[in-house]
């Protein structure tokens, strides 16, 4: 098992931050959405840093994965909620680790289904490898070479990251 | 216990929703957690989820009820699977074919859930035990027993406007006898540990047993009302009463239709639920149907959200179940 601590995951958010920052236009600002529930903690430090004007977006995709008929409905967290509209916006999504790609995939979903962005920015904190699909962050924090078999988990209360087998 | 509960399957899954009876708190509460996700794709401009994609909803029909039918179909839509609505009133039954073979051809036909709503109490319990083990059913109402789905959008009603169910004292009004809605509510009720359940009607149409469920029965509605956070009034139910149970409609209203003065009995910030459809000036009035305190539609559209939880919580073990029959085979 390794940790990452809270000193090391600030200095990954900083490196999305700065990312961030370079992206930003003064004409075309974009809206942020966390994924629920670790993307939206990643997403609560990077809105504050940025000091955005909109309210940060949240979605739940439990009812978008691609794993229903396999593993049945996940835990529900709490609705989504976009009280901007997506149409024409230039969305930054956030998650907090990006592995196989089926998370980034259901999200993108259900963001079409509130309306038609101009543009999608997937910022990540940590970049695992294991993508079972063509789907890559385009803003990172921290990139990680694990096996298969390993879990990267952030522990949103502590601000740290753990790397390790899966729990049964 | 449960391994008897025709409603869990052999993972110990709730795999049928027939009834409240035998369903624990944690239960109740995951799925009213559930619907609470499910509100939220009234915001999308595309309302659909794609959960249910590829699967088969048969709503089978044997008693009329337009409301319950469109709010299980508009439910099964939103969830993105496709739907039959299957009236049974007037069809095949009738031409002497027995329930089981109506089953089998609808079998047949690859559904994956029946959707049941029928007179005789007991026939969404027949049909569950009966069905192909991947099949879900759910009783959409069933003669004087119950009508869980009614029960479970009847408790989120009460939770989004009152919060903890500990703190709230519910009374329940009219034909608690002839009511599967009432026998329903009042399990969920007691089950998610509200303060007191009271009921309240005449004698006529008051359960021989009401007092084992759990409840504090009153004669007298005026007493019964006193400082109450949630009254649920309840349809006359002029079909389902075999004899003369009460003196005239007029006389029924005068003595237990909901008023604007009887009203004021309970508290201020009291909510008026009613499963519909009204009968105005029979056991309710108007005013209050449609007053300030009345969330009788808001019942309604929270039936959707409501439905589409129980749907997807059932409809999500099919693969276990699946792959359990092909290691038997």
């Known amino acids: 098992m390794t940790q990452f601590s809270s000193n090391d995951v600030t200095g990954w958010l900083n490196n999305m931050q700065e990312q961030l920052q370079s992206l930003t236009v003064a004409d075309d600002p974009f809206f942020m959405i966390g994924i629920r529930t670790g993307g939206v903690d990643v997403g609560r430090h990077l809105h504050s840093a940025l000091d955005l004007q909109e309210p940060l977006g949240q979605l739940n995709i439990s009812f978008y994965r691609d794993d229903f008929s396999k593993m049945g409905l996940h835990p529900v967290v709490g609705p989504s909620q976009v009280p901007v509209s997506v149409e024409g916006r230039h969305i930054v999504l956030v998650d907090d680790v ?14 079409f289904d509130f309306g038609r962005p101009s543009r999608i920015t997937l910022a990540v904190l940590v970049q695992r490898t294991g993508h079972e699909l063509p789907i890559r962050a385009d803003v990172v924090g921290h990139s990680i070479d694990v096996p298969d078999s390993d879990h990267v988990s952030l522990h949103a209360q502590s601000m740290t990251v753990s790397v390790g087998r899966k729990a049964k | 216990m449960r391994r008897s509960d025709p409603q869990f399957n052999q993972f110990n899954k709730l795999h049928h929703f027939l009834s409240i009876d035998g369903l624990d708190k944690a239960t109740l509460t995951h799925i009213l957690d559930t619907a609470e996700g499910f509100t939220s794709v009234n915001d999308k401009s595309i309302k659909n989820v794609p959960l249910l ?18 709010a299980f179909e508009l439910a099964a839509k939103r969830l993105s699977a496709d739907i039959l609505n299957i009236d049974l009133v007037s069809s095949s039954t009738k031409k002497g ?15 994956d859930m029946f959707v049941v709503r029928h007179s005789d109490s007991g026939a969404a319990d027949f049909i569950a035990r009966h069905v192909a083990p991947t099949i879900n059913v759910i009783n959409g109402g069933d003669g004087q027993h119950a009508h869980p789905t009614q029960a ?11 919060g903890a169910f500990e703190d709230l004292t519910v009374v329940i ?17 007691v089950t998610l540990g509200a303060k007191e359940v009271r009921v309240a009607g005449p004698q006529t149409l008051m359960p021989a047993d009401v007092e084992s469920l759990g409840v504090s029965v009153y004669r007298d509605i005026d007493k019964a009302l006193i400082d109450a956070d949630v009254v649920m009034g309840l349809r006359l139910q002029n079909e389902r009463m075999t004899s003369a149970t009460i003196p005239s409609t007029g006389e029924f209203f ?14 201020p910030d009291a909510i008026l639920m009613h499963p519909g459809p009204t009968n105005r000036g029979v056991e309710i009035e108007a005013s ?6 009345s969330v009788i ?4 559209t929270y039936g959707i959200a409501v439905r589409m939880a129980v749907m997807s919580i059932i409809m999500g073990h099919g693969e276990e179940v699946r792959e359990a029959e092909m290691n038997q085979a």
């Not at chain 1, 790609?101 to 963001?111: D, K, L, P, Q, S």
Request: aromatic share 4%; no cysteine; proline share 1%.
């Open chain 1, 98 to 111: 990006l592995s196989s790609g089926r998370t980034v995939r259901a999200a993108m979903n259900e963001i």
């Open chain 2, 288 to 293: 209050v149907a449609d007053g300030e305190q």
């Open chain 2, 53 to 70: 994609r590829g699967k088969t909803v048969a709503n089978l029909f044997f008693e009329n009820s337009t409301r319950t039918r469109t």
């Open chain 2, 254 to 267: 005068k003595t237990y239709g909901l008023t604007p003065e009887r009203m004021r009995l309970a508290k």
């Open chain 2, 97 to 111: 074919e027995s329930l089981l073979d109506t089953l089998r051809v609808l079998e047949s036909l690859q559904s």
């Open chain 2, 297 to 300: 539609l808001q019942q309604v």
């Open chain 2, 173 to 189: 009004i009219g034909d608690i006898k002839h009511s599967r809605v009432a026998r329903s509510g009042i399990a969920a009720l």
């Open chain 2, 152 to 162: 479970m959008l009847d408790m989120f009603t009460i939770r989004r406007h009152k």
